[in-house]
């Protein structure tokens, strides 16, 4: 059982449509980042979130949109997205603070996201 | 930029056979650095890490891997895999993924 838990895990949804991607954690961490991960590929880092405020976005096009309601939700907010986005998406928790650099991720079992 | 390196893409290997999956990261003063295993259709699961200490760490499903400074090297190694060992192996040097290795078990 994994301790970050992501919904939906399968996502069909049109290019016009908007959805969200949802992930939560109890673990009190306060780190968390959203992957994109393509067929064969290996996780591309999106976003990332510390103490709730967005830390990194790796260039990411502005039809994903991070939020950070509190520190246990990461949503990803999706918006007129194209076929070449469609992946697994991935969220993952780490603890912060200078003495937790060395603080795995933990990741969720990702949503396999379509976009037709 | 922080970059890390698995040079092979697919490892094929008998059952009962030992691994080496090999990882290189390029230099940094402190290399916080993991090996992760995705499962098809799954998120991906820590095997080890190692930021200091001892060279040769220990994991778990009897992996382990050795930090090696002077080569940039943090190679995974399980002395006799078993048919549920096929996965995807992810090196990383803190949140930044290599390409991967992809592992096959032959019976």
């Known amino acids: 059982d994994t301790e970050v838990t992501q919904t939906p895990k399968h996502l069909v949804m049109g290019m016009t449509n908007k959805k969200s991607l949802k992930c939560e954690q109890h673990m009190g961490h306060r780190a968390m980042y959203w992957y994109k991960q393509k067929a064969k590929k290996p996780p591309e880092l999106m976003f990332v979130?510390?103490?709730?405020?967005?830390?990194i976005n790796e260039s990411v096009p502005s039809r994903f949109s991070p939020e950070c309601p509190n520190s246990s939700l990461l949503n990803l907010h999706l918006h007129a997205l194209q076929p070449e986005d469609s992946a697994l998406y991935l969220c993952?928790?780490?603890?912060?603070?200078?003495?937790?650099?060395?603080?795995?991720?933990?990741f969720g079992n990702g949503t396999r996201l379509t976009v037709t | 930029a922080q970059s890390v390196t698995q040079p092979d893409i697919h490892i094929t290997v008998s059952e009962g056979a030992s691994l080496e999956l090999r990882c290189n990261y390029s230099?940094?003063?402190?290399?916080?650095l993991f090996w992760y295993v995705q499962s098809p259709g799954q998120g991906l699961q820590l095997l080890l890490k190692?930021?200091?200490?001892?060279?040769l760490v220990q994991g778990i499903k009897g992996f382990e891997a050795e930090f090696k400074r002077s080569q940039s090297s943090f190679n995974l190694r399980k002395p006799s895999v078993h048919w549920s060992d096929a996965a995807e192996y992810f090196c990383?040097?803190?949140?930044?993924f290599g390409k991967g290795t992809r592992l096959h078990i032959l019976p």
């Open positions: 230099y940094g003063a402190t290399p916080y």
């Open positions: 190692y930021f200091s200490g001892d060279t």
């Open positions: 979130y510390s103490y709730e405020k967005l830390s």
């Open positions: 990383a040097k803190r949140i930044i």
């Open positions: 993952a928790s780490s603890q912060l603070g200078t003495q937790k650099l060395n603080s795995p991720l933990h």
